[in-house]
């Protein structure tokens, strides 16, 4: 006859793995979370992008305001962020303010499964702590292959996803000429098929392939010299400091590679029958470098990139002095 402490340890043993694969999250319910999590941050800042994309494309439905700088300077500044957005309610209501939101989502939702699945066949593998007692041809080589790693994950995540950003793009740019061209999901794959086949569907990716690209190497170099080179092991809040700063080098590059981002958003738009991407609100782009040649020339290669204190740009004024 088993005592009870005998059946006690059974019963544990028996119970004990059940329990632990409870309590241990599987990759499904990872993916799910991050999914989860990523829809809701899509959704809370999408106003935010959307004002961002009708400042891209250049358009100013509200009339700038006289104002001046620190210095005394008269200066005619433009509508921020919220003066915009309540233009947009004004016009199409509060739910205006989610227009495109749909395709985001499922972008969202897409870059997450492809970054999880690229992860399991191209594992990236943790780097060493890199200290100031690391030579610099292994640390380096040790940045490399990282880098290297997040770069492919980053360039199929981009792939995958490209088309749902193209989607989201012209349905928000639809803002300007109040069309309906693009409207619900399915509708917009089958109408750009049509229209422009499958290339319709990567236009201004290789920009936003590239400025991606460039942003992921040179934030990761910079902050690894930062690391290595500038931070000594034996200050005590050495591992605050390296935490931070490949934080502050990524604000630091993306204002460098948002003129990628700007020209593959509009070439999104250019002549895709939209108000926004044809004359007179935007040249018809041969490619993506002429788009980048012509903001150059004006001077707009950074147009968008604040929402607050935007200033008319110089070329506007000489033309209404003239």
């Avoid at 799910?32 to 009708?54: D, F, M, N, Q």
């Avoid at 490399?144 to 740019?173: D, G, W």
């Avoid at 980048?292 to 110089?314: A, E, I, T």
Wanted: proline share 6%; net charge positive; aromatic share 10%.
């Amino acid at each position: 006859m088993e005592t009870p402490e005998g059946l006690s340890g059974e019963t544990e043993g028996l119970q004990d793995p059940q329990l632990n694969r409870g309590l241990t999250p599987t990759p499904v319910d990872m993916d799910t979370a991050i999914v989860l999590l990523g829809a809701g941050v899509t959704a809370i800042t999408h106003p935010l992008l959307y004002v961002k994309l009708l400042i891209q494309v250049g358009h100013e439905p509200l009339p700038p305001t006289a104002g001046s700088t620190m210095f005394g300077r008269k200066v005619l500044y433009l509508p921020g962020f919220f003066a915009y957005a309540q233009h947009i309610v004004r016009v199409d209501g509060k739910t205006g303010l989610f227009r495109g939101l749909s395709p985001r989502l499922m972008s969202s939702a897409i870059s997450t499964i492809v970054r999880s699945k690229v992860k399991q066949v191209v594992p990236t593998e943790q780097t060493d702590h890199i200290s100031n007692r690391d030579d610099l041809k292994t640390s380096l080589r040790k940045v490399v292959k990282e880098t290297s790693n997040e770069m492919v994950v980053q360039c199929l995540s981009r792939i995958a996803t490209h088309p749902f950003h193209v989607i989201s793009v012209r349905c928000m740019a639809q803002f300007v000429g109040q069309e309906v061209k693009y409207r619900g999901l399915f509708s917009c794959i089958t109408k750009i098929f049509k229209e422009e086949g499958v290339g319709g569907f990567f236009v201004g990716l290789v920009p936003h392939v590239l400025g991606e690209v460039i942003f992921l190497w040179c934030c990761n170099i910079l902050a690894h010299f930062i690391n290595a080179y500038s931070v000594d092991d034996n200050f005590s809040q050495a591992p605050a400091v390296r935490s931070y700063t490949k934080f502050v080098m990524g604000i630091a590059v993306s204002v460098l590679t948002y003129p990628f981002m700007l020209v593959a958003d509009l070439m999104a738009v250019n002549n895709c029958g939209l108000a926004a991407g044809l004359p007179p609100n935007s040249p018809i782009f041969k490619s993506w470098v002429h788009c980048w040649s012509h903001l150059s020339q004006k001077g707009q290669l950074f147009r968008g990139s604040s929402f607050f204190f935007r200033r008319v740009p110089m070329t506007a004024l000489a033309l209404t002095e003239e």
